[in-house]
């Protein structure tokens, strides 16, 4: 079910290397995101993806056809679309920004006026059909370069943090109208994004990038629950994050000794073998009552330190070991 491959990616600036992708699969109907700090590589890699930016070496292989002349290119192209975060409209009318498209690819009029009136209806902008876009805000004109990508139903569609220069109500109307225009059609996505909770609500995959690598790939809950290693784990939220060595293995579970206390984990490991604790904030549990509590670890500790959050506090704890938890406010 693989629509695009990648093969020995690599890209250079300079000399230097930006990008090193060894495999990656896009999934044909899913959408996969792309999360990391910024200069992680996340822009280099969809630009490349969508031919606008020459690889030094390695193979694109869409459809299990390698994109490599420039005959394959311009098919290739012609088959997908690209947002940006900033929206990149001409200076003429909603309706011929979305139509620009499928002019290029020679369509009818009456085809053409169609699939522009469907989508600026999915977007919720027919109303704006007339407007100059030099006369539209922000959510309208990041609404118009959606809506002219998918007029033409692209194979794929490349999402470059189409969001982060929205405020957060519009962000939040165009966020939903995006999730239910997605499970809609199917269409692949690749979307690069810095925002953890975006890319859990929309994505199928998960790829965490950083210093131009793609560090883990998975599923939204693998990547938040178990990841690769420690930066994956501070990036994507854990808030704790504990050395420690096991001492002991039972069926299904092992003990870790951290700061002279002993901790239980599900799972399995090698005594004497040398870990890492990753615990999310919102699988803590304070209580006043430590006998109140089923979980598996109880520990006696001592708040340190309270940060209020809006919806909830960060509660630091000193156990004997820093601990995190979130509180919600009411």
Do not use: W
């Amino acid at each position: 079910m693989s629509i695009l491959e990648v093969k020995d990616l690599k890209v250079e600036r300079g000399g230097v290397g930006v990008l090193d992708v060894p495999f990656l699969q896009i999934q044909e109907g899913k959408v996969l995101c792309l999360i990391g700090p910024n200069g992680a590589g996340k822009s280099t890699l969809l630009l490349t993806l969508a031919c606008l930016l020459k690889q030094s070496k390695g193979q694109l292989i869409f459809k299990q056809q390698k994109i490599e002349s420039r005959h394959t290119v311009f098919n290739y192209r012609r088959k997908i679309a690209m947002v940006f975060q900033d929206p990149l409209l001409f200076d003429s009318t909603v309706f011929d920004n979305v139509a620009s498209g499928l002019k290029m690819r020679g369509m009818s009029r009456t085809d053409i006026r169609k699939a522009v009136h469907n989508s600026l209806e999915i977007f919720g902008i027919s109303h704006l059909a007339k407007r100059s876009a030099r006369k539209l805000s922000g959510g309208e004109a990041q609404r118009t370069s959606l809506a002219r990508s998918f007029a033409i139903k692209p194979d794929i569609i490349f999402l470059d943090e189409p969001f982060s220069s929205l405020d957060p109500p519009t962000r939040e109307s165009l966020i939903k109208d995006l999730e239910d225009i997605l499970h809609e059609t199917h269409t692949t996505t690749v979307m690069a994004t810095h925002d953890q909770i975006e890319a859990l609500r929309l994505a199928d995959q998960i790829a965490v990038m950083n210093e131009g690598k793609i560090i883990q790939m998975g599923l939204p809950a693998e990547v938040m629950n178990c990841p690769a290693d420690e930066f994956v784990a501070s990036f994507v939220g854990t808030e704790t994050i504990l050395s420690g060595k096991v001492i002991m293995k039972n069926a299904g579970t092992f003990l870790v000794a951290v700061s002279g206390k002993e901790i239980e984990v599900a799972g399995d490991a090698v005594p004497g073998q040398a870990v890492l604790l990753c615990i999310r904030p919102e699988n803590v549990i304070l209580s006043r009552n430590p006998q109140a509590t089923s979980a598996r670890n109880a520990f006696v500790g001592e708040i340190t330190r309270i940060i209020p959050t809006g919806f909830f506090h960060k509660v630091y704890l000193d156990c004997g070991f820093p601990l995190t938890a979130y509180v919600t406010t009411h």
